[in-house]
């Protein structure tokens, strides 16, 4: 069982106040999905702790500047007279971003924003939200908003790790598969990955306990 302060020493700068209402479900949901050995438990917090920025942030941060937009999502802000359009307007981002694909509608829809990324490791997509829905009998899609309630952050993450069967690369202890199912590409893998080394000697220390 992960206390607090061992949590707080390999995120120093973690958010207490959040912390202590995510740390009493990572001790019990986990398990629930099969992240029950110490390697798969250590890649699967390193990863939320590097998607969350350290248990602050359940949902995602859409407050580009034209600049950031252009560099991140290149492919939606050809011209930096589109990107200047969008600076600075978290709503209108994620319309255009997320507008078309995983499940959302158009743009003018509005989908974007609605199913925009929520929770520990971000449930993006109305497909998402409506696969999460129907597995946990919550009404993600109507409201959204309650994937941001502390165990249904965590049991989020939880399930899309299961569903995408990331257990098979952390059994190979492949950071960059496992990375690559969460993120979609390699973004972060350094400070992953020291949160991995982290975690793996917090836990060989809690199995040599338990002997």
Known sequence: MITTNQMQSIIPDM????A???LPHVNTVLPNFGIDTPLRKAHFLSQLAHESGGLKYNQENLNYSAKALRSVFGKY???KEIAEAYARKPEKIANRVYGNRM?????ASG??????????IQLTGKNNYQKFAHDHGVDCVNNPDLILDPELALTSACW??????????ADDDDIHMVTKRINGGTNGLLHRQHYLDSFKRLYEVLEADKS
């Open 111 to 120: 989908d974007g924003w609605k199913y925009r990324g929520r929770g520990l």
């Open 15 to 18: 958010n207490w106040e959040k």
């Open 20 to 22: 202590q209402f995510y």
């Open 160 to 169: 899309f790790w299961k569903k995408n069967n990331i257990n098979r690369y």
């Open 103 to 107: 499940g959302n509608g158009d743009e």
């Open 77 to 79: 802000f050809k011209t």
